[in-house]
């Protein structure tokens, strides 16, 4: 057994204080959103405006996707048992995993591997080389028969997700040579014939890599993201549809608001 | 088995196409901020202003508290086996229940309860009436040895997010008869000789009842504000702390940022 | 904070010394059945044959049901998104609640309360009353529109289970009141008219109140039960099925091992 | 989307019949144990008596080890909070990982890829080759600062689990090539003078290996062995003490049954 101290950075507890990263909490609240307290507690610091507008557009981006995601069916598995709502979103927490939000991780390895290369290769001239390197990465996926993480979509053949996060990383002027590589390898892709573009998990790691977010916190964000999606789902099947009920997907049909269009322009 | 079809009217997703509560994804994203989608997905119209920084404000207000809590815990305890990231994030979830964090909706009815009585008893001057009931509840709670929920703290005699939540509540002018009600409670029982103060469950709760959010949302909206500080623990217990370690609370250290002050005054 | 010592009565841990409720684990290691054992975790003592067997019989009975139930869903939404083993499981044990698996905390309340009416009324005779007690209860019961907690099922109208777990309870001696009563119930309800039999929770919950087990364990022997069969279907999934895959229970198919009869005659 | 059909062959449900691997269950109850239909369900046969004798044996040796482990602490941080039964064993079971009850599956990898070594380099005489093997196995882990998988315990320095699986598997005819490469194993380490010695993961794994059971299965004998374990700690949590208690492993104190021995001899 191991008795020493230990140590944690994130928020120190006093009687009546609370100090989240040496903020008192009640200083923050009123004063910064949900989104700049997400980046302060997982980097240590308030995001500034631009990265604040970046992160709440990934975390937008994937709020939710409807009832056929795995994660969202395995919520509404849980709920239709008489799941309290917190068990219903670990059920769905649990089904994020590698092949459904959990690729961003491993895509951004892969983007930061190409980097790498790319550097040691031809550290002037990175422009030049990256396409040779794309090149190689995707023979080597090839002949391994591996799933190239963070493109492919099962229902979106050109997500428009990936689109504005890319026009929002140019605009805010994040992006850099993560997104850079990925476009390239997109690219690469496209002249071997085959037809498959970047999704969202994919969009979302490029922009990270960018925004020098550790790879370990990478899923996190889809996490995060999606929670208040599975709420919403949870909540609809508790309150609208009766208990032990045989979900069959398929037979979903979509009775919500009618398409609207967002036309508030304060940030543009 | 049913096969008949059946409604959601959450999200709609056609190949290339998503939207969220009919608006498409792509257009909220770069323009509206995580809050206001989760307003959005949650009640269906995205929140105005007022109700925004209302969110937010709750939001921030519970998104960690520290090493100690039973969620917490689970997440470490979870993390230093071995468990990846969303593991850990739902044997977090799954501890938060009606003695952590789940007192929301208890509070949020107790809250109803007594508001009900007093439009019955005395529609016109609910407020000299409110104390009667007021007393009459604690009674009954004290008769049954039920704990009152939204009341005491294990750390705090008089927690700081509470009055902080309530002054927003009043500034912004969603603060009524809920907020009111839980006041009068305090006072009733303050009247008693007792120490026990609203705790920021019990602040949570009533703004939850003024702002018409529905009780069996209430503790989905701690999840949520809580979720990024488990993200935070679980990934400094990864990345900091050996697996597999005898995790004692009582001996941790804060060794992060020094207090400091939140200067910026952008919202007052 | 609470710093007192806490009691615990279930296994003693010293170095290179496991005691299980007092006896050491390598003793019981080669003696013990699983089952013994889990009757000896749970309650203290080691059950008699009879007991054991009975116990195995209620194990046995729910250690699958196939690929439709949610619980089996969740378990293998998770494990088709790249889970591993344990989180898979984790999405099934959480949806198993009241309405799936979890019914037996419910109707074995519902036996004990009305053996307790029973012999509160009529102490000495009561067959006679029990018929009343059981039309009195199935009235409220349909006044309140409420589920009566162990009867029918959405795929069996005559649950082999059911009669096989009836029938080894008699033969064994176990079978007493509590099977009394549900089976009274039925009858009662045969005589509106109404087809709603006995499933396997309402037959478990009989047994179990005839066992002295207390009902804050009993869904826990659904679960215990039912784990073996999810890591099949979680291996399943794992070994023979896509990533990613679209699960549409109505679409699977069975191609096992052909009917076949269990001849070993070794407990009869 | 993915239309056609798919296959299982695990459970075959029809009206009024429920077959496990071409089994009637109802013919199954009260004829094999529940340790029988575990090996029925996960195999596909019904294992035979010795081998069901070994299977008992590892299931009961797991079943539990106080209150220590993060995955029975975990499972009580969810009870303390008021989580129903389910969520709290999810909570312990989402605690079961790579280095807690999770290192059988990479031991089995480990003495699986010394077997394959052995047979390789030297076909006909394994003993004497499967003394170098292990020499560089351990050296190439020493090289790498990984930890030997089956290695080791904090509080057991001879694990008393470890001697009697081995003296089981002996005895029952099942210990092979793989108990006799773990040995080698532990003696080489012997040799260097390290004291670290083979735990109940790594007996385990051996005699998994020797039983032809897939690494993909290992880790699920660990969490179908500790669910009753969690049962019995989570129902002691909730029925002996208070809702949301400060946890403090260190202050536990064992008052169960005392000291007693096991003198049924009916196995031996």
Redesign the interface.
């Known amino acids: 057994?191991?008795?020493?101290?230990?140590?944690?950075?994130?928020?120190?507890?006093k009687?009546?204080?609370?100090?989240?990263?040496?903020?008192?909490?009640?200083?923050?609240?009123?004063?910064?959103?949900?989104?700049e307290?997400?980046g302060l507690?997982?980097t240590?610091e308030?995001p500034d405006e631009k990265v604040t507008?970046m992160?709440?557009?990934i975390?937008?981006?994937s709020?939710?996707?409807?009832?056929?995601p795995?994660?969202t069916?395995?919520a509404r598995?849980?709920a239709?048992?008489?799941?309290?709502?917190?068990?219903?979103?670990?059920?769905g927490?649990?089904?994020?995993?590698?092949?459904?939000?959990?690729a961003i991780a491993d895509c951004m390895e892969m983007i930061q591997d190409s980097l790498c290369r790319c550097s040691e290769d031809n550290p002037k001239s990175c422009n030049s080389s990256s396409v040779e390197i794309a090149r190689e990465l995707i023979i080597s996926y090839q002949a391994s028969k591996k799933r190239l993480p963070g493109f492919g979509h099962?229902?979106?053949?050109?997500?428009?997700?990936t689109?504005?996060?890319f026009m929002?990383a140019e605009?805010l002027g994040i992006a850099q040579n993560g997104v850079a590589m990925i476009k390239t390898l997109q690219n690469v892709i496209g002249d071997t014939g085959k037809e498959l573009t970047i999704n969202v998990d994919g969009a979302i790691a490029a922009v990270l890599v960018d925004m020098g977010i550790?790879n370990?916190?990478a899923?996190?964000f889809f996490?995060?993201?999606r929670?208040?999606?599975l709420?919403?789902?949870?909540?609809?099947e508790?309150?609208?549809?009766?208990?032990?009920?045989?979900?069959?997907?398929?037979?979903?049909?979509?009775?919500?608001?009618?398409?609207?269009?967002?036309t508030?322009?304060?940030?543009?």
């Open positions: 057994m191991n008795d020493s101290t230990w140590s944690t950075s994130i928020t120190q507890i009687p009546n204080e609370i100090r989240i990263r040496g903020f008192r909490v009640e200083e923050l609240m009123g004063k910064i959103t949900f989104t307290a997400i507690i997982l240590g308030i507008r992160l709440d557009a975390l937008v981006s709020i939710d996707h409807g009832v056929t795995p994660s069916q395995a598995d849980s239709t048992t008489g799941a309290p709502m917190n068990a219903s979103l670990a059920a927490i649990l089904s994020i995993n590698r092949y459904h939000g959990g099962r229902v979106h053949s050109k997500d428009p997700r689109t504005r996060l929002l605009e550790p370990d916190l899923n996190a996490i995060m993201a929670l208040p999606g709420v919403a789902h949870v909540y609809e508790q309150t609208t549809q009766p208990p032990m009920r045989d979900i069959d997907v398929k037979l979903h049909r979509y009775n919500g608001p009618e398409d609207r269009n967002y508030d322009e304060k940030h543009e």
